[in-house]
């Protein structure tokens, strides 16, 4: 077990990386203003995820659909995994791994976003749903793993956090779910 210093020591070279790795810094710019169109354009935008990353994609939808900094009206966010007699209908009557994917064809319309997080990138529920966004001309974006696993040929936008290490991946995940959030409700609104 490690310490609590190599566990801080661990996510500052871990945020080192991000900071020397201007393709992501880049792709998060991107889906803040992916996201931002989508919003201005009177699209929704969704979140999914298993296990933790559907509580952080719970956690993310709320700070655009509740608010982040800013007192302003609520934008329209959700989370896919939320609605848990559908979702365990759905599992019930089809498979786990078709559910997310059978809400997105039933919710979302193209032009809508999706965001998935997946430390892995190869949950197959979220390859699924990834790929019915495809089909509904959904834009995709993916918070996922060093290598975004078979997740990221599957998306729009792929941000890759360089790390193997779940709890790693999640702390970075939100940490540019934050900003992302952040950069969206300040195109939206600007400095109120």
Do not use: W
Not at 31 to 49: C, E, M, S
């Amino acid at each position: 077990m490690k310490t609590l210093r190599e566990v801080i020591e661990q996510t500052i070279v871990l945020k080192e990386k991000i900071l020397a790795d201007q393709q992501l810094l880049d792709n998060a710019e991107q889906a803040a203003t992916t996201i931002t169109q989508a919003l201005l354009n009177g699209q929704r935008v969704f979140f999914g995820g298993n296990g933790g990353s559907a509580a952080d994609a719970q956690h993310l939808a709320a700070e655009l659909s509740g608010r982040f900094f800013l007192e302003r009206p609520a934008l329209n966010a959700e989370a896919i995994g939320i609605n848990i007699p559908f979702l365990t209908a759905v599992s019930n009557d089809y498979h786990f791994n078709d559910a997310y994917a059978r809400y997105l064809e039933g919710a979302a319309r193209a032009g809508d976003v999706l965001v998935l997080l997946s430390t892995s990138g190869n949950s197959e529920n979220i390859l699924r749903v990834a790929q019915t966004a495809r089909k509904k001309g959904v834009i995709t974006i993916a918070l996922t793993g060093t290598t975004g696993g078979k997740l990221a040929p599957l998306v729009n936008l792929a941000l890759c956090i360089p790390s193997a290490d779940t709890p790693s991946i999640q702390e970075v995940s939100m940490l540019l779910g934050h900003f992302i959030c952040g950069k969206v409700e300040y195109n939206i609104f600007g400095n109120q």
